[in-house]
C-alpha cells in the first residue's frame, strides 16, 4: 500500500513545491503584486487537480480488476476511455479559465489593483497546465493500478519537482513575466511527452 500510494503522496506535496517555489519567484521579480495575482492560480489548482484525480480514481479500481484478472484488452480499453475524459476536462477547464479570466480575477481582486492586470493575462498562460496535467495524472493512476509503482512515482517527482523547479527559475529569464505563468504548463507539458513516448515505445515493442 505504501510503496504503490507513494506517488499520490508526493503529488499532494508536489502542490507544496508548486506554491512555495513559484511564491518565492513572483515576489522576487513582481513584488507583492506578483504575489497576490499567483495566489488566484494557486486557489484554483486544487479544483483542476480533484477534477483530473476524479477521472484517474475512477478508472483505477477498473483497470486494477481487469490486471488482476489477466485481461489486457480491457485494461487498454478502459486506459483509452480514462485519457480521453481527461483530455476533456483538461480541455473544458482550459477554455473556462481563458474566457473567464476577468471574471474569476475580479472575485478575489479589484481592477484598481496592480494584481489585477497581472492575474488577467497570466491565468490565461497557467490554464494551459490543465490539458497536460489531467493526462499526467490518469497515467500515473494507470500506473499505480497495474502495480508499477517506481514509474508512477518517478513521473510524480519529474511534474512536480524536476521539471518544475527549472522551469520556474530559467523561463523567466528567455520569456520574462509570462515564463513564471508558463512554468507549470512546460513542467506538465514535458512530463506528459515523456509518459506518452515510454508508453509508445513500450507497447510497440511488446505487440512485436
Not at 494557486?42 to 489477466?70: D, E, R, T
Not at 524536476?162 to 507549470?184: E, K, N
Request: positive net charge.
Amino acid at each position: 500500500m505504501i510503496k504503490i500510494g507513494f506517488a499520490t503522496f508526493l503529488t499532494e506535496l508536489a502542490m507544496s513545491v508548486m506554491m512555495l517555489t513559484g511564491n518565492y519567484m513572483f515576489i522576487s521579480l513582481l513584488g507583492e503584486d506578483g504575489v497576490a495575482a499567483y495566489a488566484i492560480a494557486c486557489y484554483l489548482f486544487p479544483i483542476v487537480f480533484s477534477i483530473s484525480n476524479a477521472v484517474a480514481q475512477s478508472a483505477q479500481p477498473i483497470i486494477s480488476f481487469n490486471y488482476g484478472a489477466h485481461m489486457p484488452q480491457r485494461v487498454s480499453k478502459t486506459l483509452q476511455v480514462s485519457l480521453f475524459t481527461a483530455l476533456v476536462c483538461g480541455i473544458t477547464v482550459t477554455l473556462c479559465l481563458w474566457l473567464g479570466a476577468k471574471g474569476i480575477v475580479a472575485m478575489f481582486l479589484s481592477p484598481q489593483e496592480g494584481a489585477y492586470q497581472l492575474a488577467v493575462k497570466g491565468l490565461p498562460l497557467f490554464a494551459t497546465c490543465a490539458i497536460f496535467f489531467a493526462l499526467n495524472i490518469a497515467f500515473i493512476g494507470y500506473y499505480q493500478s497495474i502495480e508499477k509503482a517506481a514509474a508512477s512515482t518517478v513521473y510524480t517527482l519529474l511534474r512536480g519537482v524536476v521539471f518544475l523547479v527549472p522551469s520556474f527559475i530559467l523561463l523567466p529569464r528567455v520569456a520574462g513575466v509570462a515564463g513564471l505563468w508558463l512554468a507549470i504548463p512546460v513542467a506538465e507539458f514535458l512530463t506528459c511527452i515523456l509518459i506518452y513516448s515510454r508508453y509508445f515505445v513500450t507497447h510497440r515493442l511488446m505487440s512485436q
